[in-house]
């Protein structure tokens, strides 16, 4: 099982081309600007309803978007993405 | 667990550096083990010991220099991507007769082959992009 982690918006091809190959039981982490997938309305928002989804807190705070944060999106700090790299068994970065 | 961290980002233009630094801080404090930080493509602008960031901002090369240093990292900078973008140690820039160097104490310049290396002996390889 693979954690993917996304730090371009979704105006960025990144988070589409992730979820083209993403596999069953595999993770997104958002991170940076991929952060902006994580609210509502989000472009992606059905897609990610089907799989499991962390954003990275901190990133969130950043862009003032912490009361926006879609349903179902689980945030981490940076403690918790150290966990779930250790978690997942490799980890694929889409930048 | 033994991780590697590879940076792409440079400092100032790509957040990948700052992600990168609260994550390796966060692996030490998970108590896990950092085996490389790889600095490849514009991460190697991380490695300058000449950057002088206003008083007021964080001084991001030297955040790494000293975080290196205090946890006896091994941190390897792709020697092409370097010298092709003005970081350069010493012994390089006796050899391409340039008047200084800009290294930082910790870094050492060397192959893409320490990628590789790091992602066979780490147990997770981590890629933080520009």
């Not at chain 1, 952060?35 to 992606?44: D, K, L, M, N």
């Not at chain 2, 020697?79 to 970081?87: F, P, S």
């Amino acid at each position: 099982m693979i954690l993917h982690t996304i730090n371009k918006s979704p105006q960025h091809s990144a988070i589409s081309a992730c979820l083209r190959i993403i596999g069953k039981g595999s993770a997104i982490l958002l991170i940076e600007d991929g952060v902006y997938a994580a609210i509502s309305p989000s472009p992606f928002h059905n897609q990610l309803c089907d799989l499991k989804i962390y954003a990275l807190e901190a990133d969130i705070k950043a862009r003032g978007l912490s009361d926006k944060v879609l349903p179902g999106i689980e945030t981490v700090d940076y403690q918790g993405f150290v966990a779930l790299t250790a978690q997942y068994d490799s980890v694929q970065s889409w930048f | 667990m033994i991780f590697s961290l590879a940076i792409y980002g440079a400092p100032y233009a790509s957040q990948a550096p700052d992600t990168a630094y609260q994550f390796a801080n966060a692996v030490i404090a998970s108590g896990h083990k950092i085996h490389r930080i790889f600095f490849y493509m514009d991460g190697v602008q991380n490695a300058t010991k000449l950057a002088s960031p206003p008083q007021d901002e964080a001084d991001i090369p030297a955040r790494w220099s000293r975080f290196i240093l205090d946890h006896q990292i091994d941190a390897v900078v792709c020697i092409a991507a370097a010298l092709r973008r003005g970081v350069i140690n010493e012994e390089e820039a006796n050899r391409y007769d340039k008047p200084s160097s800009n290294l930082a104490e910790g870094f050492t310049l060397s192959g893409l082959g320490q990628l590789v290396e790091a992602g066979i002996e780490s147990d997770r390889l981590v890629t933080f992009g520009y």
